[in-house]
Every structure is written in C-alpha cells, then in structure tokens.
C-alpha cells in the first residue's frame, strides 16, 4: 500500500527506453577483492577539470594513501598511491578514453607491504565546516557516478550554497552495471553515513535517496539503515527505466522540479550525490582514508560475472581474470555500460575512479549493429528522447556540419544517453553525430577564444610598436632644442669647444666622487687572512685574463691558416666564452 | 495650390531634420564590416595574404580591394563564412597565398638560438620572450604558427612542430562507416 501512495507522488520524465537488463549475471556473488596485481597505473587524468601537479619522483618509495598529484586549481582532484611500493615510472602510458590516446601515468610497483601512511578520522561533527570542504579537495574524491567531477566543489559548505533538497542517486538505469547495487546491499550502513556527512555539510533539510524498483535488496538494506540515522532519510523506490540515474532526471523523478538547462542543480536548491561517491566520503571522515579503490562490475562474456573491490589503476586484464577470465570469442572490452560506454583501446588499460563497469563483448552479446538507413523523419526518437529535444532535427543538423543550427537546437543539452540510437528502426547511430558536433563545436569555440586573444596581442603590440615611435620622437625632439639653446649660448661669448670640454670636466669630476662614494664595504676592515687571501685571487684572477689572451691571440691566428669558412663555426667563435673554454 | 506645397516643404524640413538628427544621434564608429570580417579571420597574423595582417586584409575585403580566398590557415571554412557574410560566391583559396596546413607552433632550439632578438621583433603576437644575447623561447600557448619568425633567424633554431592530438584536445571523428563485403549468406545458395 505505502509503494502505491509513493509512487504516486513521483514524477515522469518524457521518454527513456527498457533495454534487457542483464544485472541478474554480475549480482550472484557478494563483491570480492582483488590480489595486489604486478603494476598500477594511475593516469593524472581520472577526474573533469585540471591534470593535478606531479608530488612523486621515479625511485621514490611511497606508503598506502600517500599524496601522488596535488589538485591544481579550483575544478581538480588529487591522486594517491593505492599501496605502499616504488614508482617505477612517469610517463605517457594508454588510458581509458575512447580516443585511444596515451596520457600522463604515474606507474608504482607494489612492494606487498600495504603499508598504510599514518592517517587519523577527521572529527565531521565538530570541526569548522570550512575546514572540512578545504581538507576534501585533499582527498581526491570525485563522483563515482561515471562523470567523475571532483566533489570538494559540490560540497561547498560555505553557508551560501541555499541547497535544501539533497538527492541521491542508486538508480544505476544503465544495463548490465550493478555496483551501485552490491555496495548498498552490503555497505549500506557506510553509504547512510556518508549520507549524514554530505547532509550536515550542505545544510540540507530533506534527503531523497532514489533506488529503481528492480532493486529491492539494496533498497531494503538502505531502508534498514536509513531507520537508524537521526537524520530524515527518505528510500524512494523509483520506476525502472533507462536513463533515470541521470542526475536532472532523478531529480525530476524525485522532486517534479525541472533545471533550465542553462542552470545548474545548486541554484534550484538541489545537490546529488552517487552512492559510491558518499560511501567514499564516509570513508574519508571516518578513517581518513582517500579515494584509493572503487567497486567495478565485470561481466558480459565472462566466465564468472561479478564485482569487485578494485585498487586504482589495476590493469582491466587482472580484473577479467580475476572474473574467470574472458571467454574466447570476445571480441571487446567496454567501459561503462552498453548505452554510454566506449570500447577500450586495449585490456591492459587501468582501472581509473570513472570505471563503474567492465563489459567484455562478443558477437552474441552485442550484434554488430545493422547498416544505416536514410531517416524517414519518423520521430520515434524525439518520443525517447529524455531531454525532449527534437534528435532528428539535431542528427540533420550534425550530419550536415551545420554547428549553428544545432547549437540553436540545444545540442549541448543532450545527455548522450543513447535512447533516440536505440529506437531508432533505421538504425542511425544518432549519438556518434551528437558526439561529433560536440566536439566540433568546442574546439571552434577554443579556436575563436585563441584568435580573439592573439586580436588583442596583435593590436597591443601594433599600439606599443606606435607609441614607442611617438616617444623616440619626442626625445630627438628635446634633443634638437636643447642644443639649440646651447647653441645661443654659444653666441654669448665662449666657444663651443669650451663648453664642450667643461661639460667632459664635469662629468669625469661626477663619476669621482660617485666612485669614491660607492667603496665596497665587505672588503674594508677585514681580517689579515681574507686580505690575503683576497689578495691571491685577483693575482690568479690576472694570470687567468692573460692566459685566455694568449689563448684568443693564439686561435685567431689558427683560423686565419686554417680560414675556414663555415658559418656555424664562424658563429661560435665569434662569442669569447666557448673559445676560451677550450 | 499653395497649401500643398507648403505642406511639402514643411514635410520634407521635417523628415530632413529627423533623418539629420538620427544621423548624428545613431551615428555608427568604424566600419562594421571591417569588424565582422575580421571576427571570421583566424587572427595567426601571417600575412600570407600580402596585408600586414589580418585587420588590414580585413579592411581590403570590406573595400573590395582583396578577394576573399587569400587566407590559408583561414581553410575552406573561412572562406564559405567570409561568403556568406558578404553575399558572395564561394571561391576556392587561391594557391597562390598558399596551402591551408596543420596548426603548429613555432619551436626554438635553444642549444643554437644566439640571442639575436630578430624574431621577437618578427613575432606578431609578441610570443616569444627573450633579451639580447640570451635564449629565446616561444609561449607555446600565445604562438599562431604564423611562421614570421622563421624566415629572420640566422642561425635556423626555429622550426613548426604540429599540433600533437591528447586527450585533451582530441574530437569525435565524423561517423563513417566501412563497405563490407556482402553477408555470406547469400553466397549459401549458390555453393549449394
């Protein structure tokens, strides 16, 4: 009775889609961990915003939980060494990114110990606020979502951030995933806590926690520990459908409010938070522990499906082992969900704080998808469409690299989620032109950023270039007066020779007294010793300038025989220094 | 007869006046073209155009005195946006001024830079930092790539390297799709 009057209050989005789920595979077995693989990887770039700034040198041993990568900047997060051993290497090394590109890595080889950096709990409930949002930029928590934005910015507990509603999210919509699952059936208590702190720090007065009805373990495990917390706590089971663990959508779900999409959630009053990612700041208030593992689901063809409490930077290949071992007719390894995902550049990718899910693919799993036809304009995907944008006129537009045009059409309001791809009977892999445009339009907009600013250098040193003219000009200008002035004196009587000379008398009078004045002091008074030996220093000082005299006279007469004229050597001999030093 | 030409006069003074006025009062600085033209620019300042930059090549265009495909690190985007701007036809570039080429950044070699200054004097965008008889070297991130510093270089310690693709900077490629040959399936038939 209560689930009907709940669901009564929730909300609907337009759209969304039912894909198969295929969570059953991977949620048999409770979350196991992994042995300490051979080599981490930890690319700096696990995180949205700024590469965080080198802390570590090859050779260095480092401890469990020891500072890596110092966030730099405001959007930044940090790294930290998952276990004690020696970083073997910096360097350029693949990462898990759909270019395939290689990036900055720090590689740490682990020395077995474990060994833990002494870290202390942090007192959330008495310390100043202030303090605490400071000390979380330290952690190098960022939303364990997927998105991975460094959640020290949205935990801004400055007494301005006005959130009263904080949502969070155990949708997990996307198939196949189900590590936000697994953690709130089996570390509920922690996830509840880590609720606490983000509601103490934001100031929130309510929490909604939204779980999709397809998970009825996990919701009545958080409801279970939700009726311990002092705190109003609200699981709100929500109706499956795919894309509701999109944070504006769960929120739409939950509260009916709807973000402008030229705003952000915090200035509706509305924050959201992962699971994982409050599990995580659980972890770090209460043990002081940074983000230094994540739960991974691996499945698909894979012997025995499962999840695993993974070490950052653990090679995706130790992980499908660990899994059994990937069948052999897999022909993929994808990140992250079969709706949103991307396949990985190779196995021996690590696993990073973005890496929810490991899908191995094969054939059977996902069909290599059907050749695209024309559209036929037939707006089943604008039906999908959970954003309620108009996919086919953006698809046109992209297709047609008309950036403009679907700038207009709000293309950077489209979450990727693949809903339109998905319903779409011809088969038009709509998000790939979405993804292109995008990216189109950014790099246009950094290129326009680039020419304005090289504008502004350029008409700079177009009005330097001019006023250093006018001023040369006006120094020839006063030059020419002042001698003709002493030209009319002149006149008066004496020569110009005379003045000359006195003006010459002058001016060596002047450096006189300017040198006598200007003694050094540090050789005055000194001791008999550093008078002597001060005294053998000039005299080496003088043998020195003679020998490089002899030496100097000496090559020049060499190169006169020799009078070889190549322009390189020309060049060197023409500065004193290297020829000297030879 | 006399009214109605009064009417006329007084007509006419009037909307004299009000266009008089409006024209002092809305009275536009610059030339706007010029501005919009020069917006469309890619600003390296290369000169390859034969202007001393892009403003200039800006105001020649405005007044009909340059074409509008003389612009390579501009491409064929520059010129479809240039056309469509001034309501012309499209013009292929001219090879002439050049060939559109990957953007790269000025690199000095520092070993050999001598400390000549030329190339701070040559730099359009005032990238390159350095005194007199002391290494050079380029801000990277203020470089155009518009290439003016290698030609006054005398000892040739500067070269363009490209632009390498990161993560960081890397895009979504334009969806394609390979031509595969036909399913088996229907070769079945004909081996049965």
């Given amino acids: 009775m209560s689930a009907i009057t709940q669901l009564s209050r929730l909300f609907k989005f337009n759209g969304g889609v039912h894909p198969p789920e295929n969570k059953l595979q991977s949620c048999a077995l409770p979350i196991r961990r992994l042995p300490l693989p051979a080599k981490l990887v930890l690319p700096l770039r696990q995180h949205v915003g700024n590469l965080p700034k080198l802390r570590v040198a090859v050779g260095e041993r480092v401890l469990k939980g020891q500072l890596l990568a110092e966030a730099e900047g405001t959007i930044s997060a940090a790294v930290h060494a998952p276990t004690s051993g020696i970083i073997a290497s910096i360097g350029e090394a693949l990462i898990p990114h759909p270019s395939g590109l290689p990036d900055m890595c720090i590689t740490l080889e682990p020395d077995g110990a474990d060994e833990w950096l002494p870290h202390a709990p942090l007192d959330w409930r008495h310390a100043d606020k202030q303090q605490l949002t400071e000390s979380l930029r330290s952690s190098g928590i960022v939303g364990l979502g997927g998105a991975a934005f460094p959640s020290h910015i949205k935990l801004r507990a400055d007494g301005t951030s006005g959130i009263d509603t904080l949502v969070i999210n155990g949708a997990e919509c996307e198939p196949y995933i189900t590590c936000d699952d697994m953690l709130m059936r089996e570390r509920a208590e922690e996830v509840v806590r880590g609720i606490e702190i983000a509601y103490y720090l934001l100031g929130a007065k309510q929490c909604l926690i939204g779980i999709e009805d397809n998970k009825p373990e996990a919701a009545a495990a958080m409801r279970a520990a939700c009726d311990k917390s002092e705190y109003p706590l609200q699981v709100i089971v929500v109706p499956t459908i795919y894309p509701s663990g999109d944070a504006r959508r769960l929120i739409h779900v939950l509260t009916g409010r709807e973000i402008p999409s030229f705003k952000r959630s915090t200035d509706m009053g509305i924050q959201c938070f992962n699971v994982g990612t409050v599990q995580a700041i659980y972890r770090y208030f209460q043990f002081g522990e940074p983000t230094l593992s994540r739960i991974v689901t691996v499945t698909g063809n894979v012997a025995q499906a499962g999840n695993f409490d993974v070490l950052l930077g653990t090679p995706v290949t130790a992980l499908l082992d660990a899994a059994g071992g990937a069948l052999p007719d897999t022909n993929d390894y994808l990140m992250g969900g079969p709706m949103m995902g991307f396949s990985l550049p190779s196995a021996e990718v690590p696993v990073t704080k973005a890496t929810n899910c490991i899908i191995a693919g094969a054939p059977k799993l996902f069909p290599e998808p059907e050749p695209a036809m024309p559209c036929i304009r037939c707006a089943r995907c604008a039906d999908a469409c959970p954003v309620n944008l108009q996919p086919q006129e953006l698809y046109w537009f992209a297709k047609s690299s008309n950036l403009e045009k679907a700038r207009d059409y709000k293309l950077f309001d489209c979450i990727e989620c693949g809903c339109c791809s998905y319903v779409c009977p011809s088969h038009i892999p709509l998000v790939q032109y979405y993804r292109f445009a995008k990216s189109e339009i950014i790099s246009q907009d950094r290129a326009k950023q680039a020419a304005d600013v090289a504008r502004e250098r350029n008409e700079f040193r177009l009005m330097r270039i001019e006023r250093e003219k006018q001023e040369r000009a006006q120094k020839h200008a006063q030059k020419a007066a002042g001698a003709k002035t002493e030209g009319s004196a002149a006149a008066d009587g004496k020569t110009l020779e005379d003045a000359k000379k006195a003006a010459i008398e002058a001016a060596v009078a002047r450096a006189q007294v300017q040198k006598a004045a200007v003694e050094p002091k540090n050789v005055s008074d000194l001791p008999p010793a550093v008078q002597s030996e001060i005294a053998e220093i000039d005299a080496r000082r003088s043998d020195a300038a003679l020998e490089v005299e002899k030496m100097q006279l000496k090559k020049t007469i060499d190169t006169n025989s020799v009078a070889d004229g190549k322009g390189n050597e020309a060049v060197s001999q023409a500065s004193p220094e290297p020829t000297a030093e030879k | ?192």
């Avoid at chain 2, 010129?79 to 570039?93: I, N, S, T």
């Fill in chain 2, 1 to 192: 007869m006399l009214t109605a030409l009064l009417v006329m006069v007084a007509l006419a003074l009037f909307l004299g006046l009000m266009l008089g006025y409006s024209a002092l009062k809305f009275k536009v600085e610059g030339d706007p073209l010029v501005d919009r033209i020069d917006a469309i620019l890619p600003q390296t300042q290369c000169g390859q155009c034969g202007f001393p930059g892009c403003k200039p090549y800006a105001t020649a265009i405005a007044k009909g005195e340059a074409d509008i495909n003389q612009c390579p690190p501009g491409g064929d985007a520059g010129v479809h946006a240039l056309a469509d701007l001034l309501g012309v036809e499209y013009k292929p570039l001219n090879a002439e001024h050049g060939l559109p080429k990957p953007k790269s950044v000025a690199v000095i070699d520092e070993n050999t830079c001598i400390g000549c200054t030329l190339c701070i004097q040559a730099c359009p965008v005032d990238a390159i930092l350095g005194a007199a008889k002391h290494m050079h070297t380029i801000i990277a991130s203020e470089c155009t790539g518009c290439e003016l510093c290698l030609a006054p270089c005398p000892v040739d310690c500067i070269s363009m390297q490209p632009i390498a693709e990161t993560p960081d900077n890397w895009k979504w490629r334009y969806p394609v799709f390979a031509i595969k040959p036909e399913a088996p399936q229907i070769q079945k038939p004909q081996t049965a």
